[in-house]
């Protein structure tokens, strides 16, 4: 009864190091976003990918890169991280990116602070 | 900017008082959600609303859609301390799902 996990929960970086972070349902799902939270900007979308082999820019997608490995499996990247990163970063899923009124299941976070 | 606004963003009050939230936006949604998120989670579904107008009503939770499909409000009766969280509105445009700006709510014993 998993639904969405991410990996790792919390992480320190220095400036300039890269990391990915992991993301997995196990509810077959379609559709799979990335967001990040920041305070008094509620989330705001990094990227999605629709289906399995598909991936597009959300909103602020800037210094960040997406894998959608599998149906189940969506990853995040940071190629050279900054400060401006720091933030709560959350993995979601839906069944269906059509089905607008489909809920999205979210995972418990990934909270990445940049020094 | 925002494409969808949350008013207000923090709100404080007591135990059995009622409150409402706002959810606005200039851009019509075929549908909107309500989440709640507590301290160190994801955020949980609520209710969606579809059709302009509609209400829909969770327990002491009142949900409504505008008529013209900008905008809704939350409103909860007789608060208490386990209504405490952070309540999100949200809107899907094509593939993309947007999220409003938050309201933080602490209800005081």
């Known amino acids: 009864n998993a639904g969405v996990t991410q990996t790792p929960k919390f992480q320190v970086l220095k400036t300039g190091q890269s990391m990915t972070l992991q993301c997995a349902q196990d509810m077959n799902h379609n559709s799979m976003y990335w967001y990040r939270q920041d305070p008094g900007m509620g989330l705001r979308l990094i990227y999605y990918?629709?289906?399995?082999?598909?991936?597009d820019k959300g909103e602020v997608p800037n210094g960040y890169n997406v894998s959608r490995l599998n149906k189940r499996e969506f990853s995040l990247r940071l190629e050279s991280a900054a400060p401006s990163q720091t933030s709560v970063y959350f993995c979601?899923?839906?069944?269906?990116?059509?089905?607008?009124?489909?809920?999205?299941?979210f995972g418990n976070g990934t909270r990445l602070t940049v020094t | 900017t925002q494409l969808l606004e949350q008013s207000p963003q923090f709100l404080s009050i007591q135990e059995g008082e009622n409150l409402t939230v706002y959810c606005n936006s200039s851009?019509?949604?075929?549908?909107l959600q309500w989440y709640r998120q507590e301290p160190g989670e994801g955020p949980v579904l609520l209710v969606t609303?579809?059709?302009?107008?509609e209400v829909k009503k969770l327990k002491r939770l009142t949900f409504q859609f505008g008529d013209a499909r900008k905008d809704s409000s939350l409103h909860i009766t007789a608060a208490q301390p386990g209504d405490t969280g952070l309540y999100l509105c949200?809107?899907?445009?094509?593939?993309?799902?947007?999220f409003g700006t938050g309201t933080s709510l602490t209800v005081i014993p």
């Open positions: 979601a899923s839906r069944i269906e990116s059509g089905l607008y009124n489909s809920p999205l299941h």
């Open positions: 949200a809107g899907p445009t094509g593939n993309q799902f947007y």
């Open positions: 851009s019509v949604f075929s549908s």
């Open positions: 609303v579809v059709t302009g107008g």
């Open positions: 990918s629709a289906s399995e082999g598909t991936t």
